[in-house]
């Protein structure tokens, strides 16, 4: 009986398979991000893809802020019902060896008009409201990955995250203030400039 390198045929299977495998990677691979393209850029309306813009921004004049306090506990009423400093959206950082007028900083969301914390929210929390554009985050879509945390291009984050809540937190000009009975939002009032005692803060 003639011997057989038993190891010849396998051998060349595995490496016909192998290269299938490869080829057909590269071709699925190509295959999904023409498709992605398709999808993303072709398929899609175009409203789809652009975010609306904010119809309005908290600006903070630097040398009228007495550093009280004032808007941080009132924005923690509003949207939590107790007064936390560590719980509001606008925050002020001090600096005890700076000198005036930057011994005091004012930290609030920009609304930016294309914003990374809205992009990079996976399930979308993070969102623009559709009717004023106001960015904004959804409590009970934000499953605490943190994403928008780390993609805020400003020091510190604009978003933060809420400790005692468990999820991601933002400025969203007061839409949504359930212990407040004043109407907020752009067109409203923001309780952060209802409450500060030197009309530091305003909305434009």
Known sequence: MADIDKTDAPVAAKDMTRRQFVTGIGAGGMGLVLGGLLVKGFLLPEEVLAIPASEG?????TKKCAGCDSCMLACSLVHYGRENLALSRIQIRKNPFGKFPDDMEQVQCRQCPYPPCVDACPTGANHADPETGVRMIDPAKCIGCERCVEACPFTPSRVQWNFEDKHAQKCDLCKDTPYWNREGG????????????HDAISFT
Request: charged share 5%; net charge negative.
């Open 186 to 197: 752009p067109g409203g009032t923001q309780a952060c400039a209802a409450v500060c005692p």
């Open 57 to 61: 921004y908290l600006l903070v004049d």
